[in-house]
């Protein structure tokens, strides 16, 4: 069993199509024997049932997300963040200074690798104003609130805010600002002699994967899950 808030196109509950880890993780599990359940969450609560050693892992985990999970060598995909703000604000991501005067929605435990991390999570009160969201929709609610100017910022995936403006007619309310980073994203395991060996299939899996082209399969299907959004 494996667990994650809405995500899509990674993942995805309200769709035909089930997201790109979804397809993958079934792919590279899945039996007749064994069947691939994906639990709906919010992510810090996927994360401590996984720590808990309660579900076998996460799909879409940022390293440093989580000390105490299991991550396999190999990438699942790759994770480009972007900012959402409305449309009137005239407002520019030039580097991590100009955070400092925002308020950003995001949801609790996404993490964004360490560039955009040391600027959101200072340590002291110099960083910016956050409001972090607890909920298994977290991109929906929080753009919502954005709309609704309770925050003037949400941080999240780039292909995950343009498949939510798109599907929840927030457009052209608000539009997308590139946060200039890239970060590998990871199927993450639970701590245990049976994570551990999860996480070693799933790396043979993916070798064998590549060796013989079929990831193309998936992107043709959802897009190459990294690029620019």
Known sequence: MFASDEWCPYVCFESTRPGFLVELV??????????????????ARAVREAEGGRIDGVLGAVRGESAALVYPKLAAAS????????????????GVEVLADRRIGLADGYRFG?????????????????????????????????????????????????HEIDRSGFFPAVR???????????????????GRSLAQHFDRAMLARSERG????LEQTYGPMGSSP
């Open 114 to 162: 360490p560039t955009l991390d040391g600027a959101l999570f200072p340590g002291g009160s110099s960083g910016p104003t956050l409001e972090t969201l607890s909920s298994d929709r977290p991109t929906w609610t929080n753009l919502r609130k954005l709309v609704d100017r309770r925050i003037d910022t949400v941080l999240d995936n780039g292909h995950v805010l343009r």
């Open 79 to 94: 994770d480009r963040p972007a900012f959402a703000v409305r449309a009137d604000d005239p407002w520019r991501f030039t």
């Open 214 to 217: 079929g990831r193309s399969d």
């Open 26 to 43: 079934r792919e590279v599990f899945e039996s007749p024997a064994r069947p691939v359940e994906i639990r709906r969450m919010s992510w």
């Open 176 to 194: 997308l600002i590139d946060a200039g980073v890239e970060n590998p994203i990871f199927i993450a395991f639970a701590d245990s002699p049976a």
